[in-house]
């Protein structure tokens, strides 16, 4: 098939099928490579949120505990790194408690893993919850604990980039996730 052909006038050029077809081509080349572009915003605005009902099943594990001696204060919390992330239970907060999430972003010692999910957090971070809800940032036991004194924000960002960045804010006494 030949791609130019004469005209009336003796000018070559190409037919307006040919033309189409190329754009056509050219299209699907492009949509193909847009899709394929790691979108950050997306990634990120799901670990925050993901984050946010982890922070919130910490706090109703605590609220829904139920006391068996003074000692036991019955605190959940939820402590990580800018990598990772995991749930425990009492003051020890390396007492890790497998969270609700997909098999695949799991570590073995049962934490979240934030670079398989594409993000990281900016900033290390504890949190307890007591049975009320009530948000603290050191829990000894039931007498001795500090509760949060100002709203606790944790950052979360795509792994190679600084945007975008998402905060979750943890309000004091209320506990309000947002």
Do not use: C
């Amino acid at each position: 098939m030949k791609l130019l052909y004469k005209t009336k006038n003796g000018d070559r050029g190409f037919t307006m099928i040919e033309i189409i077809a190329v754009l056509i081509v050219i299209g699907i080349l492009a949509a193909i490579a847009v899709s394929r572009s790691v979108n950050y915003d997306t990634e990120v605005y799901t670990g925050a949120d993901a984050l946010k009902s982890h922070l919130r099943y910490a706090q109703t594990r605590a609220m829904n505990y139920t006391y068996t001696t003074a000692t036991a204060p019955g605190v959940w919390g939820i402590s990580g790194t800018t990598n990772s992330y995991w749930l425990f239970e009492g003051t020890t907060t390396t007492n890790y408690i497998r969270l609700p999430e997909d098999d695949a972003f799991i570590n073995a010692d049962r934490t979240i893993n934030l670079t398989l999910k594409k993000i990281k957090l900016t900033a290390g971070f504890t949190i307890y919850f007591d049975n009320r809800g009530i948000p603290y940032t050191a829990y000894t036991n039931a007498t001795t604990n500090t509760p949060l004194s100002t709203a606790m924000t944790i950052n979360v960002q795509p792994l190679s980039a600084a945007t975008p960045n998402i905060a979750v804010t943890i309000t004091p006494l209320t506990g309000y996730i947002q």
